[in-house]
């Protein structure tokens, strides 16, 4: 049955995005043993996402049907163990659940560029990030989900800016306004960590875009820029 090749998404980048808040409640609330069950169980729904999107976008094929129903059982099977020792952390599903119904419908629309889409991905994102923290504290930590999402969509701006958009000058507008914006707001929130995480994605975005980079360097920069957002976000009071 799983002999032909596995389908998982070329979008190395939105796997770093989709575990970040995830690690980050670990650092903020700590790490308990269910964290091994929820982590491959948010895994495999996440690379279930691709093939089962792509029902919608693309011609379905009897290949997507066959990997998006193992990751779905795979995700089941590593959140059975969680949902028994921590029911209560389903209280998140009715959050989750309409977010994706906002990625069906532009999967479905052919159009998963959409600023829409990337938003409610990202903000996915963070709600299984306070869901991670949850399982030890018991608490929201709106933290959790704030801080990586309002990062991620001035990323997104970016990002949009040097490579879909790079003819659109209202999308490097709007990622040197957020970044500039967050900076400031940070700095008098007095949080210098996420004000130099936001100062260096404003240089960044303000520089790049005049070294000609192609896609795949624009991606691995990328990976520079969260890492420091990451170490930033981990001492951030």
Known sequence: MLKDKP?????????????LPFLYAGFKSGFSPLHFWFAFSWLFLYLFSYPFLSLFSKKPTARNKKWAIVYFVLS?????P?????PDILQFLPIILPLGL??????????????????????TFGVIGMASGYLVSSEYDWAILIHPTLFFIATTFYVKSMV?????????ELSLGLHL??????????????????????????????FGLNVKQIGMLEFVTVFIFFICLIYSP
């Open 7 to 19: 389908v998982i998404s070329n979008q190395h980048g939105a796997l770093v995005m989709a575990f």
């Open 76 to 80: 089941l099977g590593f959140a059975l």
């Open 82 to 86: 969680v949902i028994i020792n921590k």
């Open 102 to 123: 906002v990625q069906t419908y532009y999967a479905k629309q052919k159009n998963e560029r959409h600023l829409n889409n990337d938003i409610a991905g990202i903000v």
């Open 164 to 172: 879909r958009e790079r003819r659109n000058p209202l999308f490097m």
């Open 181 to 210: 914006l967050l900076a400031v707001i940070y700095w008098f929130l007095g949080d210098k960590w996420l004000y130099f995480a936001y100062l260096i994605g404003f240089i960044r975005a303000a520089l790049v875009p005049s």
